[in-house]
Nanobody, 124 residues
Framework: QVQLVESGGGLVQAGGSLRLSCAAS????????IGWFRQAPGKEREFVAA????????SYADSVKGRFTISQDNAKNTVYLQMTNLKPEDTAVYYC?????????????????WGQGTQVTVSS
């Protein structure tokens, strides 16, 4: 079992920035990749970004490429999502999750352990 806890969400004006954190605990040695997803009201959960747990490789959705950066601190068992130039359409609950599939995996069903989510609201 892996436990994930997200934090860092909040209310920000359009054009602003936020950094989300995803702290992992439990059987962290079993993690292959960690991804960030988001779900806006009335919409399906969608892939945002993912990072290889052992370091380096990353993957992004086209909608956030160039604005969001995913990174990790293995010493702290934490993955970050730095979000810049935020837009109202980025408003959603953001979740982190683990997968043992490929780094480019974007299907929600292929991610197994999930955090509880953190709300991000971007005002216009």
């Amino acid at each position: 079992q892996v436990q994930l806890v997200e934090s860092g969400g909040g209310l920000v004006q359009a054009g602003g920035s936020l950094r989300l954190s995803c702290a992992a605990s439990g059987r962290t040695f079993s993690i292959y990749h960690i991804g960030w997803f988001r779900q806006a009201p009335g919409k399906e959960r969608e892939f945002v970004a993912a990072i290889r747990w052992s370091g380096g490789s990353t993957s992004y959705a086209d909608s956030v490429k160039g604005r969001f950066t995913i990174s990790q601190d293995n010493a702290k068992n934490t993955v970050y999502l730095q979000m810049t130039n935020l837009k109202p359409e980025d408003t959603a609950v953001y979740y982190c999750a683990t997968t043992r599939y490929s780094l480019s995996e974007r299907r929600v069903s292929k991610y197994d352990f999930w955090g509880q989510g953190t709300q991000v609201t971007v005002s216009s």
